[in-house]
């Protein structure tokens, strides 16, 4: 039997959510405005090419950690977008962004689960240099798609 989330507990802008184990279903509010939603996706745009743009220049100064986490902020941001503009739903974390994108994208789902862990591991231990390679390229190849 399907679980009833009110749009107060995922996202104010939303109706309700349905889910049960094997599909999601998202119901746009007929309270957000075009405008207002097509600022949003204007914003998630830009914060992808930002995060990308300041990668790119880490990985050029040789600053492999932080160009990775911003690599992967690139990705979490590309997740957003397309959340955004086929659901119009933002996720206001990690766990509820990786099930959504399980559920909906699971291509996507892959890639970030995959890099995931060691984006975590930024924080304590250095990121490989083949890694950082990688996570490059999906990265270039996952933000051609939303261009």
Known sequence: MPVLFTHKQINPFYAPLFIDKQKAFYMPSPFIHKRDSMGRLEDLKSNIDEYFQSAELLFKQGLTNAAFMMYFKTLVAIADYILWRDLRVLPDNHRERFRMLKLRYPDLYNVLSHYFPYYRDTY???????????????VIRLKEKVE
């Open 124 to 138: 304590t231990r250095r990121v490989d240099e083949r890694l950082l390679i990688a996570v490059r390229s999906d």
